[in-house]
Protein backbone atom coordinates (compact mmCIF):
# COMPACT_ATOMS: atom_id res chain seq x y z
CA UNK A 1 0.00 0.00 0.00
CA UNK A 2 2.74 2.52 1.20
CA UNK A 3 4.87 1.74 -2.43
CA UNK A 4 1.45 2.08 -4.28
CA UNK A 5 0.73 5.45 -2.81
CA UNK A 6 4.16 6.37 -3.38
CA UNK A 7 3.60 5.40 -7.13
CA UNK A 8 0.78 7.63 -7.25
CA UNK A 9 2.58 10.45 -6.25
CA UNK A 10 5.07 10.22 -8.84
CA UNK A 11 3.13 9.52 -11.69
CA UNK A 12 1.37 12.55 -13.64
CA UNK A 13 -1.42 13.28 -12.35
CA UNK A 14 -2.68 13.47 -16.54
CA UNK A 15 -2.47 9.36 -16.09
CA UNK A 16 -4.16 8.81 -12.56
CA UNK A 17 -7.14 7.15 -13.93
CA UNK A 18 -5.05 4.84 -15.66
CA UNK A 19 -2.51 4.31 -12.73
CA UNK A 20 -5.42 4.09 -10.16
CA UNK A 21 -6.65 0.75 -12.21
CA UNK A 22 -3.83 -0.42 -13.22
CA UNK A 23 -2.85 -0.78 -9.23
CA UNK A 24 -6.58 -1.78 -8.80
CA UNK A 25 -5.46 -4.70 -10.71
CA UNK A 26 -2.37 -5.84 -9.33
CA UNK A 27 -3.58 -5.44 -5.27
CA UNK A 28 -7.17 -6.01 -5.32
CA UNK A 29 -7.03 -6.67 -1.97
CA UNK A 30 -6.37 -3.19 -1.14
CA UNK A 31 -8.94 -2.15 -3.39
CA UNK A 32 -11.36 -0.15 -0.74
CA UNK A 33 -8.22 1.42 0.64
CA UNK A 34 -7.00 2.49 -2.82
CA UNK A 35 -10.27 4.18 -3.94
CA UNK A 36 -10.47 6.19 -0.70
CA UNK A 37 -7.15 7.44 -0.72
CA UNK A 38 -6.36 8.23 -4.40
CA UNK A 39 -7.62 11.65 -5.13
CA UNK A 40 -9.69 11.23 -8.50
CA UNK A 41 -11.49 13.65 -10.50
CA UNK A 42 -14.84 14.35 -8.85
CA UNK A 43 -18.02 13.54 -10.73
CA UNK A 44 -21.28 14.92 -10.96
CA UNK A 45 -24.96 13.91 -11.03
CA UNK A 46 -27.93 15.94 -11.20
CA UNK A 47 -30.80 15.77 -8.75
CA UNK A 48 -33.92 15.16 -10.56
CA UNK A 49 -35.70 17.12 -7.95
CA UNK A 50 -34.32 20.57 -7.82
CA UNK A 51 -33.03 20.22 -11.48
CA UNK A 52 -29.64 20.99 -10.15
CA UNK A 53 -26.50 19.49 -10.36
CA UNK A 54 -24.76 17.79 -7.08
CA UNK A 55 -20.81 16.56 -6.43
CA UNK A 56 -20.21 13.03 -5.60
CA UNK A 57 -17.38 12.11 -3.17
CA UNK A 58 -16.73 9.59 -0.23
CA UNK A 59 -19.32 11.53 2.36
CA UNK A 60 -22.32 11.84 0.64
CA UNK A 61 -22.09 7.74 -0.61
CA UNK A 62 -24.16 5.03 0.44
CA UNK A 63 -23.71 1.50 -1.01
CA UNK A 64 -24.20 2.66 -4.74
CA UNK A 65 -26.44 5.95 -4.09
CA UNK A 66 -25.11 9.37 -3.42
CA UNK A 67 -27.11 11.54 -1.19
CA UNK A 68 -27.78 15.49 -2.96
CA UNK A 69 -27.57 18.57 -0.94
CA UNK A 70 -30.77 19.84 -2.91
CA UNK A 71 -33.22 17.36 -1.60
CA UNK A 72 -31.81 16.04 1.17
CA UNK A 73 -32.26 12.52 -1.31
CA UNK A 74 -30.13 9.81 -2.54
CA UNK A 75 -29.79 9.02 -6.17
CA UNK A 76 -30.78 6.46 -7.15
CA UNK A 77 -33.35 6.40 -4.31
CA UNK A 78 -31.89 4.14 -1.31
CA UNK A 79 -33.83 3.58 1.75
CA UNK A 80 -32.51 3.98 4.92
CA UNK A 81 -29.70 5.99 4.00
CA UNK A 82 -27.97 8.03 6.79
CA UNK A 83 -29.38 11.96 6.88
CA UNK A 84 -27.87 14.49 9.10
CA UNK A 85 -29.92 15.23 12.03
CA UNK A 86 -32.19 18.09 11.40
CA UNK A 87 -29.90 20.82 13.25
CA UNK A 88 -27.13 19.88 11.17
CA UNK A 89 -29.11 19.34 8.06
CA UNK A 90 -30.26 23.12 8.82
CA UNK A 91 -26.68 24.57 8.76
CA UNK A 92 -25.89 22.31 5.56
CA UNK A 93 -28.77 23.62 3.44
CA UNK A 94 -27.64 27.29 4.96
CA UNK A 95 -24.38 26.45 3.64
CA UNK A 96 -24.87 25.67 0.37
CA UNK A 97 -26.59 28.68 -0.20
CA UNK A 98 -23.68 30.55 1.11
CA UNK A 99 -20.97 28.40 -0.44
CA UNK A 100 -22.66 28.75 -3.97
CA UNK A 101 -22.41 32.68 -3.82
CA UNK A 102 -18.35 32.19 -2.77
CA UNK A 103 -18.20 29.73 -5.71
CA UNK A 104 -19.86 31.93 -7.79
CA UNK A 105 -17.54 35.19 -6.67
CA UNK A 106 -14.63 33.20 -7.12
CA UNK A 107 -14.84 30.48 -9.67
CA UNK A 108 -17.59 32.54 -12.14
CA UNK A 109 -19.25 29.40 -12.81
CA UNK A 110 -18.45 25.64 -11.98
CA UNK A 111 -20.35 23.79 -9.23
CA UNK A 112 -20.41 23.24 -5.04
CA UNK A 113 -21.72 20.76 -2.47
CA UNK A 114 -21.68 21.05 0.81
CA UNK A 115 -22.02 17.37 2.94
CA UNK A 116 -22.32 17.55 7.03
CA UNK A 117 -22.44 14.16 8.89
CA UNK A 118 -22.06 13.91 12.95
CA UNK A 119 -18.78 12.28 13.93
CA UNK A 120 -18.69 9.63 16.94
CA UNK A 121 -17.60 12.33 19.65
CA UNK A 122 -20.44 14.57 19.47
CA UNK A 123 -18.71 17.09 17.25
CA UNK A 124 -19.49 17.22 13.16
CA UNK A 125 -17.57 17.02 10.15
CA UNK A 126 -18.10 19.20 6.49
CA UNK A 127 -16.73 18.49 3.95
CA UNK A 128 -17.54 21.80 1.05
CA UNK A 129 -16.82 20.65 -2.69
CA UNK A 130 -16.26 22.63 -6.05
CA UNK A 131 -15.69 21.61 -9.36
CA UNK A 132 -15.19 23.82 -11.88
CA UNK A 133 -14.49 23.36 -15.64
CA UNK A 134 -12.44 26.46 -16.89
CA UNK A 135 -12.12 25.28 -20.34
CA UNK A 136 -13.43 27.44 -23.34
CA UNK A 137 -16.20 24.97 -24.10
CA UNK A 138 -16.90 24.96 -20.23
CA UNK A 139 -17.34 27.61 -18.25
CA UNK A 140 -13.53 29.58 -18.92
CA UNK A 141 -15.10 33.28 -19.50
CA UNK A 142 -11.67 34.50 -20.95
CA UNK A 143 -10.79 31.56 -23.52
CA UNK A 144 -7.50 31.35 -22.18
CA UNK A 145 -7.73 27.50 -21.74
CA UNK A 146 -7.80 25.06 -24.34
CA UNK A 147 -8.42 22.53 -21.50
CA UNK A 148 -8.82 23.23 -17.50
CA UNK A 149 -9.85 21.73 -14.92
CA UNK A 150 -9.65 22.49 -10.97
CA UNK A 151 -11.38 20.27 -7.88
CA UNK A 152 -10.97 21.42 -4.62
CA UNK A 153 -12.15 19.29 -1.65
CA UNK A 154 -11.89 20.76 1.97
CA UNK A 155 -12.79 18.44 4.87
CA UNK A 156 -13.01 20.11 8.38
CA UNK A 157 -13.24 18.28 11.09
CA UNK A 158 -15.42 20.57 13.96
CA UNK A 159 -14.66 19.70 17.54
CA UNK A 160 -17.23 20.26 20.62
CA UNK A 161 -17.74 23.58 21.43
CA UNK A 162 -15.91 24.11 25.12
CA UNK A 163 -15.87 27.67 26.89
CA UNK A 164 -17.42 29.96 23.72
CA UNK A 165 -14.26 28.01 21.68
CA UNK A 166 -13.76 25.21 18.96
CA UNK A 167 -11.00 23.27 17.54
CA UNK A 168 -11.25 23.53 13.44
CA UNK A 169 -9.08 20.82 11.71
CA UNK A 170 -9.38 21.51 7.49
CA UNK A 171 -7.96 18.95 5.02
CA UNK A 172 -7.98 20.71 1.49
CA UNK A 173 -6.93 19.13 -1.82
CA UNK A 174 -6.62 20.71 -5.16
CA UNK A 175 -6.20 19.05 -8.20
CA UNK A 176 -6.00 20.83 -11.12
CA UNK A 177 -4.79 20.57 -14.70
CA UNK A 178 -4.91 23.30 -17.42
CA UNK A 179 -3.49 23.04 -21.00
CA UNK A 180 -2.60 26.22 -23.16
CA UNK A 181 -1.55 25.93 -26.75
CA UNK A 182 -0.94 28.18 -29.74
CA UNK A 183 1.61 28.24 -32.42
CA UNK A 184 4.24 30.45 -31.17
CA UNK A 185 4.66 28.75 -27.72
CA UNK A 186 4.07 25.20 -28.15
CA UNK A 187 1.77 23.19 -25.68
CA UNK A 188 2.21 23.89 -21.87
CA UNK A 189 0.83 21.37 -19.54
CA UNK A 190 0.57 21.59 -16.39
CA UNK A 191 -1.26 19.16 -13.68
CA UNK A 192 -0.84 18.18 -10.46
CA UNK A 193 -2.73 18.01 -6.76
CA UNK A 194 -1.94 19.84 -3.89
CA UNK A 195 -2.83 19.00 -0.32
CA UNK A 196 -2.38 20.93 2.86
CA UNK A 197 -3.83 20.91 6.50
CA UNK A 198 -4.66 24.08 8.56
CA UNK A 199 -6.05 23.87 12.66
CA UNK A 200 -7.54 26.83 14.67
CA UNK A 201 -8.83 27.16 17.37
CA UNK A 202 -11.79 29.68 17.68
CA UNK A 203 -14.64 31.42 19.13
CA UNK A 204 -18.10 30.07 17.93
CA UNK A 205 -19.47 33.58 18.51
CA UNK A 206 -19.53 34.06 14.57
CA UNK A 207 -20.92 30.76 14.03
CA UNK A 208 -19.67 27.39 12.66
CA UNK A 209 -20.31 28.37 9.31
CA UNK A 210 -18.25 31.66 8.83
CA UNK A 211 -15.75 29.79 10.63
CA UNK A 212 -15.41 27.78 8.04
CA UNK A 213 -15.61 30.14 5.45
CA UNK A 214 -12.52 31.78 6.40
CA UNK A 215 -10.68 29.00 6.48
CA UNK A 216 -11.56 27.51 3.26
CA UNK A 217 -11.08 31.06 2.00
CA UNK A 218 -7.95 31.62 3.16
CA UNK A 219 -6.68 28.19 1.92
CA UNK A 220 -7.73 28.48 -1.30
CA UNK A 221 -5.64 31.36 -1.91
CA UNK A 222 -3.10 29.64 -0.28
CA UNK A 223 -2.82 27.18 -2.45
CA UNK A 224 -3.77 28.75 -5.90
CA UNK A 225 -1.12 30.94 -4.54
CA UNK A 226 1.74 27.72 -4.56
CA UNK A 227 -0.09 26.28 -7.70
CA UNK A 228 0.38 29.59 -10.07
CA UNK A 229 3.45 30.57 -8.49
CA UNK A 230 5.20 27.24 -7.94
CA UNK A 231 6.58 27.23 -11.60
CA UNK A 232 8.18 30.44 -11.21
CA UNK A 233 9.85 30.06 -7.73
CA UNK A 234 10.67 26.51 -8.58
CA UNK A 235 11.82 27.34 -12.39
CA UNK A 236 14.55 29.66 -10.63
CA UNK A 237 15.98 26.78 -9.61
CA UNK A 238 15.31 24.67 -12.59
CA UNK A 239 16.37 27.49 -14.57
CA UNK A 240 20.09 26.42 -14.29
CA UNK A 241 18.94 23.39 -16.10
CA UNK A 242 17.62 25.42 -18.95
CA UNK A 243 19.35 28.06 -21.14
CA UNK A 244 20.23 30.78 -19.11
CA UNK A 245 18.66 33.39 -19.92
CA UNK A 246 17.96 36.83 -17.71
CA UNK A 247 14.73 35.62 -16.34
CA UNK A 248 11.42 38.16 -16.94
CA UNK A 249 8.92 37.50 -15.32
CA UNK A 250 8.58 38.93 -11.49
CA UNK A 251 7.88 36.50 -9.05
CA UNK A 252 6.94 39.31 -6.51
CA UNK A 253 3.49 39.72 -8.17
CA UNK A 254 1.19 41.28 -6.04
CA UNK A 255 -1.54 38.82 -4.42
CA UNK A 256 -4.14 41.25 -4.67
CA UNK A 257 -3.25 42.97 -7.49
CA UNK A 258 -6.41 41.80 -9.03
CA UNK A 259 -8.69 44.35 -10.56
CA UNK A 260 -7.89 45.05 -14.27
CA UNK A 261 -11.24 43.41 -15.07
CA UNK A 262 -14.00 43.32 -12.25
CA UNK B 1 -3.76 -2.40 -20.28
CA UNK B 2 -7.29 -0.86 -20.69
CA UNK B 3 -9.45 1.56 -18.35
CA UNK B 4 -11.95 -1.21 -17.94
CA UNK B 5 -9.59 -3.50 -16.13
CA UNK B 6 -12.25 -5.61 -14.39
CA UNK B 7 -12.26 -4.40 -10.50
CA UNK B 8 -13.06 -8.04 -8.92
CA UNK B 9 -11.04 -9.80 -11.08
CA UNK B 10 -9.23 -12.40 -9.33
CA UNK B 11 -4.81 -12.52 -9.37
CA UNK B 12 -3.93 -10.77 -12.54
CA UNK B 13 -1.33 -13.04 -14.67
CA UNK B 14 2.44 -12.63 -15.19
CA UNK B 15 1.44 -11.00 -18.34
CA UNK B 16 -0.88 -8.81 -16.78
CA UNK B 17 1.88 -7.83 -14.34
CA UNK B 18 4.58 -7.43 -16.21
CA UNK B 19 2.12 -4.75 -18.71
CA UNK B 20 1.29 -2.75 -15.86
CA UNK B 21 4.86 -2.79 -14.58
CA UNK B 22 6.13 -1.35 -17.66
CA UNK B 23 3.59 0.91 -17.95
CA UNK B 24 4.50 2.48 -14.80
CA UNK B 25 8.36 2.73 -16.23
CA UNK B 26 7.37 4.44 -18.88
CA UNK B 27 5.81 6.95 -17.66
CA UNK B 28 8.37 7.47 -14.62
CA UNK B 29 8.79 11.56 -14.31
CA UNK B 30 12.46 12.23 -15.41
CA UNK B 31 15.24 10.69 -13.29
CA UNK B 32 12.79 8.72 -11.04
CA UNK B 33 12.54 5.67 -12.84
CA UNK B 34 14.76 3.96 -9.92
CA UNK B 35 11.91 4.91 -7.59
CA UNK B 36 9.49 3.77 -9.62
CA UNK B 37 11.23 -0.08 -9.93
CA UNK B 38 11.23 -0.20 -6.29
CA UNK B 39 7.85 0.31 -5.80
CA UNK B 40 7.18 -1.70 -8.45
CA UNK B 41 8.49 -4.48 -7.38
CA UNK B 42 7.72 -4.48 -4.00
CA UNK B 43 3.68 -4.43 -5.37
CA UNK B 44 4.25 -7.31 -7.87
CA UNK B 45 6.01 -9.49 -5.51
CA UNK B 46 7.13 -11.75 -8.31
CA UNK B 47 11.14 -11.34 -9.23
CA UNK B 48 10.92 -12.80 -12.74
CA UNK B 49 8.15 -10.40 -13.98
CA UNK B 50 9.75 -8.08 -12.37
CA UNK B 51 12.89 -8.72 -14.10
CA UNK B 52 11.74 -9.25 -17.48
CA UNK B 53 9.70 -6.05 -17.13
CA UNK B 54 12.49 -3.77 -16.16
CA UNK B 55 15.17 -5.35 -18.95
CA UNK B 56 12.19 -4.11 -21.66
CA UNK B 57 11.23 -0.63 -19.97
CA UNK B 58 14.26 0.61 -18.69
CA UNK B 59 16.30 0.71 -22.43
CA UNK B 60 12.95 2.49 -23.55
CA UNK B 61 13.22 4.97 -20.86
CA UNK B 62 16.61 5.58 -21.22
CA UNK B 63 16.16 6.22 -24.85
CA UNK B 64 13.27 8.30 -24.66
CA UNK B 65 14.56 10.61 -22.04
CA UNK B 66 18.04 10.47 -24.04
CA UNK B 67 19.74 10.21 -20.19
CA UNK B 68 24.09 10.95 -20.48
CA UNK B 69 26.64 8.13 -19.22
CA UNK B 70 30.23 8.58 -18.35
CA UNK B 71 32.53 6.75 -20.29
CA UNK B 72 34.53 4.23 -17.78
CA UNK B 73 37.61 5.89 -19.80
CA UNK B 74 36.60 9.21 -18.39
CA UNK B 75 36.79 10.39 -22.05
CA UNK B 76 33.31 11.91 -22.31
CA UNK B 77 29.43 11.17 -21.89
CA UNK B 78 27.98 9.14 -24.16
CA UNK B 79 23.92 10.25 -25.26
CA UNK B 80 21.65 6.87 -24.84
CA UNK B 81 19.87 7.91 -28.16
CA UNK B 82 18.42 6.11 -30.48
CA UNK B 83 20.12 7.83 -33.05
CA UNK B 84 24.04 6.19 -31.80
CA UNK B 85 22.02 2.88 -30.87
CA UNK B 86 24.52 0.16 -32.53
CA UNK B 87 22.54 -2.60 -30.79
CA UNK B 88 20.55 -2.92 -27.56
CA UNK B 89 23.26 -2.52 -25.19
CA UNK B 90 25.82 -0.26 -27.48
CA UNK B 91 25.54 3.27 -28.57
CA UNK B 92 28.01 5.11 -30.26
CA UNK B 93 29.93 8.73 -29.02
CA UNK B 94 30.32 10.45 -32.42
CA UNK B 95 32.68 12.66 -30.89
CA UNK B 96 35.31 10.58 -29.37
CA UNK B 97 34.84 7.91 -32.23
CA UNK B 98 33.98 5.19 -29.06
CA UNK B 99 31.48 2.64 -28.63
CA UNK B 100 30.13 2.30 -25.41
CA UNK B 101 28.69 -1.02 -23.54
CA UNK B 102 25.46 -0.13 -21.74
CA UNK B 103 23.60 -2.00 -18.42
CA UNK B 104 20.62 -0.16 -18.91
CA UNK B 105 19.36 -1.42 -15.63
CA UNK B 106 22.09 0.30 -13.75
CA UNK B 107 22.45 3.05 -16.36
CA UNK B 108 26.16 2.35 -16.21
CA UNK B 109 28.82 2.14 -18.94
CA UNK B 110 30.55 -1.00 -18.44
CA UNK B 111 33.13 -1.02 -21.37
CA UNK B 112 33.91 1.14 -24.02
CA UNK B 113 36.04 0.07 -27.18
CA UNK B 114 36.84 2.49 -30.54
CA UNK B 115 34.08 2.53 -33.06
CA UNK B 116 34.83 0.70 -36.52
CA UNK B 117 35.29 2.39 -39.81
CA UNK B 118 31.67 0.76 -40.94
CA UNK B 119 30.28 2.43 -37.68
CA UNK B 120 32.04 5.89 -38.31
CA UNK B 121 30.78 8.53 -41.68
CA UNK B 122 33.14 9.26 -43.84
CA UNK B 123 35.79 11.72 -43.82
CA UNK B 124 33.70 14.23 -46.19
CA UNK B 125 30.91 13.89 -44.19
CA UNK B 126 32.92 13.93 -40.53
CA UNK B 127 34.49 17.13 -41.69
CA UNK B 128 30.37 18.58 -41.92
CA UNK B 129 29.98 16.76 -38.72
CA UNK B 130 32.62 17.49 -36.46
CA UNK B 131 32.63 21.30 -37.27
CA UNK B 132 28.94 21.50 -36.44
CA UNK B 133 29.45 19.47 -33.11
CA UNK B 134 32.63 21.90 -32.38
CA UNK B 135 29.79 24.85 -32.62
CA UNK B 136 27.52 23.00 -30.70
CA UNK B 137 29.55 22.13 -27.63
CA UNK B 138 30.19 26.17 -27.48
CA UNK B 139 26.56 27.07 -27.69
CA UNK B 140 25.94 23.93 -25.18
CA UNK B 141 28.72 24.75 -22.56
CA UNK B 142 27.49 29.02 -22.22
CA UNK B 143 23.39 28.30 -22.26
CA UNK B 144 23.15 24.86 -20.95
CA UNK B 145 24.83 24.49 -17.18
CA UNK B 146 24.20 20.77 -17.21
CA UNK B 147 24.15 20.11 -20.75
CA UNK B 148 25.20 17.22 -22.81
CA UNK B 149 25.20 17.24 -26.91
CA UNK B 150 25.95 15.07 -29.78
CA UNK B 151 25.27 15.20 -33.51
CA UNK B 152 24.73 12.03 -35.31
CA UNK B 153 24.79 10.96 -39.09
CA UNK B 154 21.51 9.24 -39.67
CA UNK B 155 20.97 9.22 -43.32
CA UNK B 156 24.31 9.21 -46.06
CA UNK B 157 26.86 8.83 -43.73
CA UNK B 158 28.71 7.35 -46.77
CA UNK B 159 28.75 9.96 -48.63
CA UNK B 160 31.94 10.98 -50.29
CA UNK B 161 31.95 14.38 -52.09
CA UNK B 162 29.54 17.10 -53.44
CA UNK B 163 26.01 15.64 -55.08
CA UNK B 164 24.35 13.49 -52.66
CA UNK B 165 22.07 14.01 -49.88
CA UNK B 166 22.64 13.73 -46.33
CA UNK B 167 21.35 13.97 -42.54
CA UNK B 168 22.40 14.78 -38.96
CA UNK B 169 20.84 15.29 -35.71
CA UNK B 170 21.85 17.39 -33.31
CA UNK B 171 20.92 16.45 -29.61
CA UNK B 172 20.81 18.69 -26.30
CA UNK B 173 19.81 16.77 -23.29
CA UNK B 174 20.20 18.51 -19.70
CA UNK B 175 18.82 17.49 -16.55
CA UNK B 176 18.81 18.73 -13.16
CA UNK B 177 17.17 16.37 -9.99
CA UNK B 178 17.19 17.92 -6.92
CA UNK B 179 15.39 16.03 -4.21
CA UNK B 180 16.42 18.28 -1.56
CA UNK B 181 14.01 21.16 -3.55
CA UNK B 182 11.57 18.70 -4.54
CA UNK B 183 11.81 18.81 -7.91
CA UNK B 184 13.63 17.00 -10.99
CA UNK B 185 13.29 18.55 -14.53
CA UNK B 186 14.64 17.96 -17.63
CA UNK B 187 15.21 20.12 -21.14
CA UNK B 188 15.45 17.78 -24.52
CA UNK B 189 15.89 18.85 -28.01
CA UNK B 190 15.80 16.99 -31.35
CA UNK B 191 17.26 18.98 -34.61
CA UNK B 192 16.69 17.16 -37.64
CA UNK B 193 19.46 18.74 -39.92
CA UNK B 194 18.43 18.15 -43.85
CA UNK B 195 21.30 19.03 -46.07
CA UNK B 196 19.87 18.75 -50.10
CA UNK B 197 22.68 18.86 -52.03
CA UNK B 198 20.20 19.47 -55.43
CA UNK B 199 18.64 22.66 -53.85
CA UNK B 200 21.61 23.93 -52.10
CA UNK B 201 19.55 24.14 -48.76
CA UNK B 202 19.91 23.25 -45.54
CA UNK B 203 16.25 22.20 -43.71
CA UNK B 204 15.87 21.89 -39.77
CA UNK B 205 13.10 20.59 -37.66
CA UNK B 206 13.37 20.98 -34.52
CA UNK B 207 11.63 19.37 -31.48
CA UNK B 208 11.66 20.76 -27.61
CA UNK B 209 10.75 19.08 -24.49
CA UNK B 210 10.08 20.58 -20.99
CA UNK B 211 9.44 18.11 -18.45
CA UNK B 212 9.53 19.01 -14.50
CA UNK B 213 8.05 17.67 -11.54
CA UNK B 214 7.26 19.04 -8.45
CA UNK B 215 6.42 17.06 -4.99
CA UNK B 216 6.25 19.22 -2.29
CA UNK B 217 3.14 18.61 -0.58
CA UNK B 218 1.88 17.35 -3.85
CA UNK B 219 2.52 16.36 -7.13
CA UNK B 220 2.39 18.94 -9.97
CA UNK B 221 3.62 18.11 -13.23
CA UNK B 222 4.72 20.40 -15.82
CA UNK B 223 5.09 18.80 -19.16
CA UNK B 224 5.54 21.55 -22.42
CA UNK B 225 7.04 21.08 -25.98
CA UNK B 226 7.24 22.59 -29.41
CA UNK B 227 8.16 21.87 -32.88
CA UNK B 228 9.37 24.88 -35.33
CA UNK B 229 11.11 24.54 -38.41
CA UNK B 230 14.02 26.84 -40.43
CA UNK B 231 16.49 26.47 -43.26
CA UNK B 232 19.44 28.28 -44.73
CA UNK B 233 21.86 27.70 -47.80
CA UNK B 234 24.26 24.89 -47.83
CA UNK B 235 27.66 26.69 -47.40
CA UNK B 236 31.02 25.03 -46.35
CA UNK B 237 31.47 23.13 -43.30
CA UNK B 238 32.26 26.26 -41.29
CA UNK B 239 29.43 28.59 -42.59
CA UNK B 240 26.79 25.96 -42.34
CA UNK B 241 27.91 24.65 -38.80
CA UNK B 242 27.44 28.58 -38.04
CA UNK B 243 24.32 29.50 -39.87
CA UNK B 244 22.57 25.80 -38.09
CA UNK B 245 24.28 26.41 -34.45
CA UNK B 246 22.62 30.53 -34.89
CA UNK B 247 19.10 29.19 -36.07
CA UNK B 248 19.09 26.62 -33.29
CA UNK B 249 20.30 29.37 -30.56
CA UNK B 250 17.35 31.74 -32.26
CA UNK B 251 14.56 29.29 -31.70
CA UNK B 252 15.21 27.89 -28.43
CA UNK B 253 15.52 31.32 -26.66
CA UNK B 254 12.09 32.14 -28.39
CA UNK B 255 11.29 29.37 -27.13
CA UNK B 256 12.33 29.92 -23.56
CA UNK B 257 11.22 33.00 -23.47
CA UNK B 258 7.51 32.40 -24.61
CA UNK B 259 7.55 29.52 -21.54
CA UNK B 260 8.77 32.21 -19.17
CA UNK B 261 5.93 34.16 -21.02
CA UNK B 262 3.97 31.15 -19.97
CA UNK B 263 4.77 30.92 -16.34
CA UNK B 264 4.63 34.56 -16.07
CA UNK B 265 0.68 34.99 -17.63
CA UNK B 266 -0.07 31.85 -14.64
CA UNK B 267 -0.82 33.93 -11.84
CA UNK B 268 -3.33 36.47 -13.95
CA UNK B 269 -4.53 35.47 -16.79
CA UNK B 270 -4.57 31.57 -17.85
CA UNK B 271 -5.66 30.68 -13.66
CA UNK B 272 -8.66 33.13 -13.75
CA UNK B 273 -10.84 30.89 -15.65
CA UNK B 274 -10.34 28.70 -13.20
CA UNK B 275 -10.51 30.46 -9.79
CA UNK B 276 -9.78 34.26 -9.49
CA UNK B 277 -7.56 35.89 -6.77
CA UNK B 278 -10.19 37.83 -5.39
CA UNK B 279 -14.31 37.84 -5.51
CA UNK B 280 -15.43 39.99 -8.58
CA UNK B 281 -16.50 42.45 -5.73
CA UNK B 282 -12.70 42.61 -5.15
CA UNK B 283 -12.95 41.96 -1.30
CA UNK B 284 -12.88 39.07 0.68
CA UNK B 285 -16.16 37.38 1.04
CA UNK B 286 -18.38 38.62 3.92
CA UNK B 287 -18.38 35.17 5.41
CA UNK B 288 -19.34 37.81 9.24
CA UNK B 289 -22.54 38.83 7.14
CA UNK B 290 -23.94 36.51 4.79
CA UNK B 291 -27.45 37.89 6.03
CA UNK B 292 -26.65 40.42 3.21
CA UNK B 293 -27.35 37.61 0.74
CA UNK B 294 -30.98 37.52 1.34
CA UNK B 295 -31.17 41.23 0.48
CA UNK B 296 -29.13 40.20 -2.50
CA UNK B 297 -31.92 38.10 -3.45
CA UNK B 298 -34.63 40.62 -3.05
CA UNK B 299 -33.06 43.60 -4.55
CA UNK B 300 -31.83 41.51 -7.97
CA UNK B 301 -36.01 40.03 -7.93
CA UNK B 302 -36.87 43.96 -7.19
CA UNK B 303 -34.23 45.51 -9.85
CA UNK B 304 -35.60 42.55 -12.38
CA UNK B 305 -31.56 41.76 -12.87
CA UNK B 306 -32.04 38.08 -12.36
CA UNK B 307 -29.97 37.10 -15.25
CA UNK B 308 -27.34 39.38 -14.14
CA UNK B 309 -24.96 38.97 -11.46
CA UNK B 310 -24.88 40.63 -8.61
CA UNK B 311 -23.04 41.27 -5.77
CA UNK B 312 -23.20 43.28 -2.48
CA UNK B 313 -19.49 44.31 -1.43
CA UNK B 314 -19.47 46.31 2.20
CA UNK B 315 -16.05 47.78 3.48
CA UNK B 316 -15.10 49.58 6.55
CA UNK B 317 -14.20 53.10 6.98
CA UNK B 318 -10.97 54.33 8.30
CA UNK B 319 -12.01 54.16 11.67
CA UNK B 320 -13.85 50.65 11.30
CA UNK B 321 -16.56 51.19 12.16
CA UNK B 322 -19.43 52.64 9.46
CA UNK B 323 -19.72 50.05 7.37
CA UNK B 324 -20.27 51.50 3.45
CA UNK B 325 -22.40 49.10 1.05
CA UNK B 326 -21.96 49.15 -2.75
CA UNK B 327 -23.90 47.56 -4.96
CA UNK B 328 -22.32 45.52 -7.70
CA UNK B 329 -23.75 44.39 -11.26
CA UNK B 330 -22.25 42.42 -14.02
CA UNK B 331 -23.82 41.22 -16.97
CA UNK B 332 -22.39 37.71 -17.25
CA UNK B 333 -22.03 38.37 -21.06
CA UNK B 334 -19.87 41.03 -20.60
CA UNK B 335 -18.03 40.72 -18.15
CA UNK B 336 -15.00 43.64 -17.63
CA UNK B 337 -17.80 46.20 -17.86
CA UNK B 338 -19.21 45.91 -14.33
CA UNK B 339 -21.37 48.08 -13.63
CA UNK B 340 -21.28 49.64 -10.06
CA UNK B 341 -23.92 51.51 -8.29
CA UNK B 342 -23.15 53.14 -4.74
CA UNK B 343 -26.86 52.68 -3.23
CA UNK B 344 -26.55 53.64 0.38
CA UNK B 345 -24.39 54.05 3.00
CA UNK B 346 -25.38 52.18 6.04
CA UNK B 347 -24.08 49.48 7.83
CA UNK B 348 -26.01 46.37 7.09
CA UNK B 349 -24.73 44.79 10.55
Known amino acids: MEAAMDLMRRISPNHTETALSALLTLLPQHSSDLLSQVDQPLQVLCDVESGKEFILCEYNRDADS ?17 LPSADLRKLEVEANDIFAIYRDQYYEGGISSVYMWEDGNEGFVACFLIKKDGSQTGHGRRGNLQEGAWDAIHVIEVGVEEEGMAHYCLTSTVMLSLTTSDKSSGTFNLSGSIRRQMNLDLSVADG ?7 MIEEMESKLRNSLDQCSPDYLSVDMATFPSRESSYNTGCNYYDDCEDV | MSDEDDLQQPEPTPKQKKEIAKWFLANAPPGEIHYIAKDIQSIIADEDTYHSAVSEAYPLYN ?7 ELPNRTGD ?14 LDPRTCQVATVNHVKQVCTNVRPATDEELPSSYIEEFRGTLDAELVKYVAETYPKGICS ?24 ARHSPQNFCNGS ?3 IWNVEFKDD ?9 LQVDAHYFEEGNVQLDASHECKDSTIFQSPEDSALSIINMIRHHENEYMASLEGSYSNLPDTTFKDLRR ?9 PWHNTLQFSLTRDITKELGIENGYLAIADGKNAQGNIGEAWILFVDPDDIGEGRQEKLFYRGLD
Open chain 1, 66 to 82: YRSPWSNKYHPPLEDGP
Open chain 1, 208 to 214: HLCNMGR
Open chain 2, 63 to 69: KAHMISL
Open chain 2, 78 to 91: VLITTFGEIDETEY
Open chain 2, 151 to 174: VYCINGKDTEGLGADFEFVVVISA
Open chain 2, 187 to 189: WRS
Open chain 2, 199 to 207: LQVVELRGK
Open chain 2, 277 to 285: KLPVTRTLF
